[in-house]
């Protein structure tokens, strides 16, 4: 996810992406997405299980921001918002 800028990127994992997506975008958690206003989905994927899921975030997270923009890029060229496409 990223704020109206494309300048901030925050990556996390769930289990019903609908429902945090919603969450960041209506400001419900406290937390970096409230305070940095991350509220745009603009990449997401889809694992088959829980620990697979942390495994790849945890390879996410440990890219540099040239790997992550090339990720959302991949899928995403215009930075739009994927919420609505749930």
């Given amino acids: 996810m990223t704020n109206r800028t494309n300048n901030v990127l925050y990556t996390g994992i769930t289990s019903d992406l609908g429902r945090r997506v919603y969450e960041h975008k209506e400001n419900i958690v406290e937390g970096f997405t409230k305070k940095y206003n991350v509220h745009k989905l603009v990449f997401y994927e889809v694992c088959p299980d829980p620990v697979s899921a ?29 919420f609505d496409q749930l």
């Fill in 54 to 82: 942390i495994h790849r975030e945890k390879q996410i997270k440990a890219g540099s921001r040239a790997k992550k923009f090339a990720l959302i890029n991949g899928m995403n060229p215009d930075w739009k918002d994927l």
